[in-house]
């Protein structure tokens, strides 16, 4: 039974490029939250998701960031334009139903470094 | 809005105990802990969804009082493993996990 997969590991980006970053979520679980964590600090809530619909969005930023989490495939969290504030490492977890018994589990994350 | 946690760190030695405490300022649905070693992914501990419920493994347990809004983790005869930050998460609406800042706990030999 794998777990919370989330691609790359590590993902290098130019100022002005784009990211694209992975969760495959664990099998029979059908929501994602996704979350950025910078060195020495909390984890922050960005967006919450159920398959083919944000329930949630309240912690993204209001541009150049966005989540999709469509039928089929993995989760998306995508930065346009990315700036050096961006670099942090980014966090998926995923829980099989949402009500309050589900826990939710983390993938291993993706650090984003934009030079 | 999220969580507050205490103490933001502690140094223990092996073998002592620590509390660490969650507490928000809205009425919770659940509370969830989770350990975080540096450069890893957050774990699961455990989730409390009772006010008054109570559960642990090992020697890692918590409690959970709906009616102060406030949850304690607590860890006995502390290893060298324990070390890690320990996060709360909390659901207050029924809707997002919302995690505290934090707790570094270090634990000497």
């Known amino acids: 039974n794998a777990g919370v997969m989330q691609n790359p590991r590590h993902l290098v980006r130019r100022r002005g490029q784009e990211a694209r970053l992975r969760c495959s979520p664990m099998?029979?679980?059908?929501?994602v939250y996704w979350y950025r964590q910078l060195p020495e600090e909390g984890l922050k809530f960005m967006v919450y998701?159920?398959?083919?619909?944000?329930?949630?969005e309240s912690g993204m930023p209001k541009e150049r960031f966005s989540a999709e989490f469509p039928k089929e495939g993995p989760s998306i969290l995508r930065i346009q334009q990315v700036v050096r504030g961006d670099s942090a490492a980014y966090f998926c977890?995923?829980?099989?139903?949402?009500?309050?018994?589900?826990?939710?589990?983390f993938g291993q994350g993706t650090r984003l470094t934009v030079v | 809005q999220q969580p507050v946690q205490s103490p933001q760190a502690v140094i223990l030695r092996e073998g002592e105990d620590a509390v660490i405490n969650c507490s928000s300022s809205?009425?919770?649905?659940?509370v969830h802990w989770y350990r975080q070693k540096h450069g890893e992914a957050p774990v699961f501990l455990m989730i409390?969804?009772?006010?008054?419920e109570q559960k642990g493994h090992d020697k890692i347990s918590a409690s959970f009082n709906e009616k102060k809004q406030q949850s304690s983790l607590y860890l006995t005869a502390s290893q060298l493993s324990y070390s890690g930050t320990y996060f709360c998460?909390?659901?207050?609406?029924?809707?997002?996990?919302?995690f505290g800042e934090g707790t570094q706990l270090t634990v000497n030999p």
């Open positions: 998701l159920q398959k083919e619909n944000i329930i949630d």
């Open positions: 977890a995923s829980s099989p139903i949402r009500d309050r018994a589900s826990e939710a589990f």
């Open positions: 409390l969804l009772k006010g008054g």
């Open positions: 099998k029979g679980h059908s929501h």
């Open positions: 998460g909390t659901e207050a609406s029924g809707s997002r996990l919302t």
């Open positions: 809205k009425a919770l649905y659940s």
